[in-house]
């Protein structure tokens, strides 16, 4: 399936990360099971850029790693399919799932702060994202949060992604 994935940036030096997004995010869309094409919004920013998009939008004071914009509210599991093409936009034929956007400077840290590589770090908030713009959350340290970490944890071992 032909998904769109569409990346801006406010940062230098993202080339190679933009290339694993392309490669990732179709990825987990299709685990998940999506029947329709997406398309996805990217931005690359760094930890300024997401604190004020943070602020902005959540009315939360501070950066963070990754933020999820979604269009719909969809059940976790239960991801858009055939059936649903009253979703597409009519302009493009596309599902417009939403928006993610990336602190190049959170990945970078965390990256090191958990011994792995920058990849590993992109790769592992994409598919977070991604897992939210189909309706998952964390927001309990229960069920949810456990369905959504073993989600993430299939997708990125399916696509070869370890903890190194």
């Given at each position: 399936?032909?998904?769109?994935?569409?990346?801006?940036?406010?940062?230098?030096?993202?080339?190679?990360?933009?290339?694993?997004?392309?490669?990732?995010?179709?990825?987990a869309l299709e685990a998940e099971g999506v029947g329709l094409p997406c398309e996805v919004d990217v931005l690359f920013t760094d930890d300024e850029g997401i604190h004020q998009i943070n602020l902005e939008q959540r009315e939360v004071d501070?950066?963070?790693?990754?933020?999820?914009?979604?269009?719909?509210?969809?059940?976790?599991?239960?991801?858009?399919?055939?059936?649903?093409?009253?979703?597409?936009?009519?302009?493009?034929?596309?599902?417009?799932?939403?928006?993610?956007?990336?602190?190049?400077?959170?990945?970078?840290?965390?990256?090191?702060?958990?011994?792995?590589?920058?990849?590993?770090?992109?790769?592992?908030?994409?598919?977070?994202?991604?897992?939210?713009?189909?309706?998952?959350?964390?927001?309990?340290?229960?069920?949810?949060?456990?369905?959504?970490?073993?989600?993430?944890?299939?997708?990125?071992?399916?696509?070869?992604?370890?903890?190194?």
């Amino acid at each position: 399936m032909e998904h769109q994935i569409i990346l801006e940036s406010d940062v230098e030096g993202v080339e190679a990360f933009a290339e694993e997004l392309r490669r990732v995010i179709p990825a987990a869309l299709e685990a998940e099971g999506v029947g329709l094409p997406c398309e996805v919004d990217v931005l690359f920013t760094d930890d300024e850029g997401i604190h004020q998009i943070n602020l902005e939008q959540r009315e939360v004071d501070r950066a963070t790693d990754v933020l999820s914009f979604p269009m719909f509210e969809f059940t976790p599991g239960e991801p858009p399919t055939a059936e649903d093409d009253e979703l597409l936009d009519p302009g493009s034929g596309l599902l417009p799932l939403g928006d993610m956007v990336l602190s190049v400077d959170h990945i970078r840290a965390q990256a090191a702060e958990y011994g792995h590589s920058q990849q590993r770090e992109l790769c592992y908030l994409a598919v977070h994202s991604v897992l939210h713009l189909l309706g998952y959350d964390h927001l309990d340290e229960g069920p949810m949060k456990r369905q959504m970490r073993a989600r993430e944890e299939a997708i990125l071992e399916s696509l070869g992604i370890t903890r190194e």
